[in-house]
T-cell receptor
Framework: DVKVTQSSRYLVKRTGEKVFLECVQD?????MFWYRQDPGLGLRLIYF???????EKGDIPEGYSVSREKKERFSLILESASTNQTSMYLC???????????FGDGTRLSIL | KNQVEQSPQSLIILEGKNCTLQ??????????LRWYKQDTGRGPVSLTI?????NTKSNGRYTATLDADTKQSSLHITASQLSDSASYIC??????????FGRGTSLIVHP
């Protein structure tokens, strides 16, 4: 079974902090994604990566950056956390084509 | 602009009853449509995928339909169980790398 592991289930940070969210997948997938999920808005794509060191902006990249130094690991960085970045963050991986995305169980991030 | 609209936004049914969730999309060109189930506190998990040539596909008590002409899909749940309580998300992939997500239907099954 594909496993996508997010480093924290819950995280509380303060405004202005630099925040790192880590995601690791164990199936050698080329593609990895970061989403945020808010009530009533569904999943919105922040960034995705289709190869090591490659990254592409999604629909809402402002205030975020990403890093993919190894194929299995995709990190989301909040450069200077703000309260409007309080949300559920989901990481996913896939091989592309008609294959499904495999999601982690999410990190619920609160910015105080 | 590619859009995926799901209805209803939320639904409450009694255990054992059937229900149908709807998904309308404007994604073009069309590649495939996938239904995901998301349990509370978990990530979404794929239930089924529909491609252009498929009209109906079943996965246990879940049956998905696709009408590519009207750009509509439905997910029918038969003999609902308490474990069916979840959010159901319709996702459509077109010509680009990135699929378009619906906002989901929240289903609650009461005993």
């Amino acid at each position: 079974d594909v496993k996508v592991t997010q480093s924290s289930r819950y995280l509380v940070k303060r405004t202005g902090e630099k925040v790192f969210l880590e995601c690791v997948q164990d199936m050698d997938h080329e593609n990895m994604f970061w989403y945020r999920q808010d009530p009533g808005l569904g999943l919105r794509l922040i960034y995705f990566s289709y190869d090591v060191k490659m990254k592409e902006k999604g629909d809402i990249p402002e205030g975020y950056s990403v890093s993919r130094e190894k194929k299995e690991r995709f990190s989301l960085i909040l450069e200077s956390a703000s309260t409007n970045q309080t949300s559920m963050y989901l990481c996913a991986s896939s091989t592309g084509g008609n294959q499904p995305q495999h999601f982690g169980d999410g990190t619920r991030l609160s910015i105080l | 602009k590619n859009q995926v609209e799901q209805s209803p936004q939320s639904l409450i049914i009694l255990e054992g009853k059937n229900c149908t969730l709807q998904c309308n999309y404007t994604v073009s060109p069309f590649s495939n449509l996938r239904w995901y189930k998301q349990d509370t506190g978990r990530g979404p998990v794929s239930l089924t995928i529909m491609t252009f040539s498929e009209n109906t596909k079943s996965n246990g008590r879940y049956t998905a339909t696709l009408d590519a002409d009207t750009k509509q899909s439905s997910l029918h749940i038969t003999a609902s169980q308490l474990s069916d309580s979840a959010s159901y998300i319709c996702v459509v992939r077109g010509g680009s790398y990135i699929p378009t997500f619906g906002r989901g239907t929240s289903l609650i099954v009461h005993p």
